[in-house]
């Protein structure tokens, strides 16, 4: 009887060894799928992190141009605005010569009565110049009106500028490490 006891420990004892051998086997083959699972993974995340970095130099440059382009607007509307007050004033003062015609139509109105057939030309001209210095009055206030946008749309791209600025910043900050 203790010999086979003896061989019933020395075969319990074999097959632990050959289940516990076949256990390491598979443990090892899981740790190898494992490990290029990790590295394929790995080489993943590094080519998605230099696209990243790609885009976001991108990001920064388009940011820079779009910024580039308000400053240039900024400076053609501040052009535009100039250029409109001058035109405001040009009317202004055509505005003046208009009332002045006033004078003259009272002169066409003395000469009418010496010169009967120029008379009614004369009427018909000085109904035009009233007219004419009717719509001068509105064209001098609709040039003010356009004064005024010009001058609100030039505030709102310098806003406008000032907040691309404050979105470039954090980009130029990632600009020493990128390519």
């Known amino acids: 009887m203790p010999q086979k006891e003896k061989r019933m420990f020395i075969d319990m004892v074999g ?22 699972i990790i590295l394929i993974i790995s080489v993943l995340l590094i080519i998605i992190a ?4 790609y885009y976001v130099a991108v990001l920064y440059e388009d940011l820079n141009g779009i910024v580039d382009n308000m400053d240039s607007m ?20 055509f505005e003046l010569y208009m009332r002045r015609m006033d004078n003259i139509a009272k002169s066409t109105g003395a000469m009418a009565s010496v010169m009967p057939d120029i008379s009614q ?12 210095d009717g719509d001068m009055d509105k064209m001098s206030i609709g040039m003010q ?3 005024q946008r010009f001058k609100h ?12 600025r404050e979105i470039a910043r954090p980009m130029g900050a990632m600009n020493p490490f990128m390519p």
């Open 15 to 36: 097959r632990l060894s050959w289940e516990t051998q076949l256990h390491l086997d598979e443990r090892h083959h899981h740790f190898y799928i494992n490990k290029v």
């Open 50 to 53: 230099g696209v990243n970095v």
């Open 74 to 93: 900024h400076r053609n509307m501040q052009q535009v605005s100039r250029r409109m007050m001058h035109i405001t004033d040009n009317v202004k003062e």
């Open 121 to 132: 030309n004369m009427q018909q001209m000085d109904r035009d110049i009233a007219v004419m």
């Open 145 to 147: 009106h356009v004064d």
């Open 153 to 164: 749309m030039t505030q709102g791209v310098t806003i406008m500028r000032v907040h691309v």
